[in-house]
């Protein structure tokens, strides 16, 4: 048989390559202003200068665009005046600059930078952050900033000499940052409209071995706080709170919070304690929040409050708004127990309830009282959501998974996680309601079951 004549490949034809580099395709050239502007504030300086010596139309623009700009990075305090004609802070034109982030290198001083501030402060800087490679001191100029609103410390010091003037300052982040107390205080009275405070592992609070700290605000909203592990005392008198999150470490002795009417969400961490507790006063804060939304009580938090409310056989104040609730107790104390059933009957409306059971192997003991107070809390049948993390086939815990299952009217979704080994004693007390979407999966040695209910 004949074979059919193959038909030649065509020849690829070859892209000419410009012989000059300068004469290759512009991708900058046909981007509008705006766009350009964007892309300038996404930059540092030094990147900035570079694009505009890859594109033509950059090169032209980038002198009237660096006059609006409204967000900078800068690595390095001095910036080169006779570059592709950059001169960022100038006085003529003024620039109305918003946002500075200033992260140097290791090796250069963040003192250098004090110039950069006092350019920066006649042009209406109103965002700053500041992050240092190692923990060094600021520039002492660095709070005496008067038009900003948002200050951002990370990984540095505060000299104790630095003037402080910022009234108009709304939001302060302080992470692992040394600073004395009587800064913090200075601050705290300059700005009277400060609005969100975060206070994450500072250092230098306080004198002496002893280290505490006293955060004093009318004006604080939303507060953050979590101490390093020397820090013993802990005051917070900020009745104007809506939001707060709160941390302790071991050694802390004292705590005091002051009533706060407006407060909205709550997170309480209480570690467990290595010295004995002098002084904890969280009582004060739950009994003025009548507004409370969402309140988790973790670590030791549940059984500190048992100790105040330990005399009183019901709470006197009842959290009509109260959506969710998360606690974390030890089941097989009678104190904490009892303190969550009381918790639970000043919940009427409550919707989605959070229980994180510690790993003890002790049971609780049987108790008709107990069973006759989980059947009157009326919040229980009108759960939609329902997670108990560390179950146990014990008793309690088997009759308030089954009352939840049982009475649980509007119940929606259930969610259990225990050991593995319990896999059938748990498939067996579960099975009192059929789930119309049941899901297991497994995490480390525990097992994880998610069950919905139409």
Known sequence: MARRPTMARRPRKRRRRNAAAGLGPDCFSNLNEDLLRYILSRLSTRSAATLAAVSRHFRKEIPRLLERVDSLTLNEPDIPANGPHI?????????????????????????????????????????????????????????????????????????????????????????????HQEIINKILASASCLDTLEMVYCTGLGTGKAGSCTVE?????????????????????APALRTVTLYTRGKVKRLELVPAPDVRKAYLHIAKPRTVMESFRVRPLLDAGVRLECL???????????????????????????????????LSSVQETGFMLKLLESCPNLQKFSLSAAKTYKALPSSTNLKERLASI????????????????????????????????????????????QVDAVKMILSVRRAHIERISTKYASHHMEMEFF
């Not at 250069?108 to 060094?136: C, M, T």
Request: net charge positive.
């Open 87 to 179: 001169q960022i802070l100038r006085a003529t034109p003024p620039i109305l600059l918003r946002r500075l982030a200033l992260a140097p290198h290791r090796a250069i001083p963040p003192s250098a930078f004090r110039r950069v501030l006092n350019d920066v402060a006649q042009h209406g800087v109103s965002e700053l952050s500041f992050r240092l490679a190692r923990r060094a001191r600021v520039p002492k100029n660095v709070l005496s900033l008067k038009s900003l609103s948002v200050l951002s410390l990370d990984t540095c010091a505060v000299p104790p000499w630095s003037d402080v003037a910022c009234p108009c300052l709304r939001t302060l982040r302080l992470h692992r940052v040394a600073i």
């Open 378 to 421: 009326s919040c229980l049948t009108s759960l939609v959501q329902f997670k108990f993390c560390g179950f146990k086939p014990q008793e309690f815990q088997n009759e308030l998974m089954v009352f939840l299952l049982t009475r649980g009217k509007k119940l929606k979704k259930v969610g259990v996680e225990f050991d593995k080994s």
């Open 296 to 330: 988790t009580l973790r670590g030791h938090a549940i059984k500190v409050l048992s100790s105040e409310y330990e005399d009183i056989p019901k709470l006197t104040v009842m959290f009509q708004d109260l959506r969710i609730l998360s606690v974390s107790l030890d």
């Open 217 to 237: 605000s009318s004006s604080v909203r939303n507060l953050v706080f979590r101490p390093t592990l020397k820090l013993e005392q802990i005051t917070i008198r």
